[in-house]
């Protein structure tokens, strides 16, 4: 269904800093004091049974992307203090974060463990290794990753769960899967491919199972 173009001129725009303190106000003392610049033990613990983040980066032009990335239980790994490591799975193959990093070395990650409504958030500067020592720690079901995004801190603090209470992500009598079409409809809708709706269907059955590592 072809949509008529956004009008804007009705639009209150805000494009000056201290216009958008005034609107939402000074910034909660405990929240502006909330940032640390290497990990607490309790980061360890949450980072250790976490499975899941996501990855935000941008390119030297300031374009965006965010990638999720997900293993068992401590898909972020600990390599010291300042420094943690996410692991590269067999994917898509578009790497389109890590040619990101490549031209801009500032990412941010967004932790998540399912059923908590607080996220913990990690701020720094990446590289991209393609081999280290620490990929043996990091093995799971026999499969190294291809590659590892390596982190070095600058900010890490637990963010506070109201975007997730106002939601109610974690509620299973909220969830409603079933209301969009399956992945293999939309894929057939959305992009140009050869294979029929009967082939997509069975590609992200088991096959698609079968091939995450």
């Known amino acids: 269904m072809q949509m008529d173009a956004v009008d804007t001129r009705l639009w209150t725009e805000v494009t000056d800093p201290e216009r958008l303190r005034e609107i939402v106000g000074e910034v909660n003392p405990q929240a502006a004091k909330k940032e640390r610049p290497k990990l607490h033990q309790r980061d360890r613990e949450w980072l250790a049974v976490s499975p899941y983040c996501v990855v935000a980066t941008s390119d030297a032009e300031g374009n965006c992307d965010a ?96 975007s997730s ?29 050869d294979k029929t709706l009967e082939e997509l269907t069975a590609y992200y059955g088991e096959v698609y199972e079968k091939q995450l590592y």
């Open 67 to 162: 990638s999720p990335k997900g293993d068992p239980g401590g898909i972020v790994h600990v390599l010291d203090d300042t420094t943690v490591a996410v692991p590269e799975r067999k994917g898509n193959k578009r790497v389109d974060g890590y040619r990101n990093v490549l031209s801009n070395p500032h990412v941010g990650l967004l932790s998540l463990l399912p059923g908590r409504r607080e996220t913990l958030r990690i701020n720094g500067r990446a590289r991209v290794v393609s081999d280290a020592p620490f990929f043996e720690d990091m093995v799971v079901k026999g499969h190294k990753p291809i590659l590892a995004l390596v982190v070095e801190i600058e900010t890490i603090f637990f963010h506070c769960g109201k």
């Open 165 to 193: 209470m106002r939601s109610g992500i974690w509620k299973p009598e909220t969830w409603t899967p079933d209301v969009l079409p399956s992945h293999a409809q939309m894929v057939k809708e959305t992009q140009t491919v």
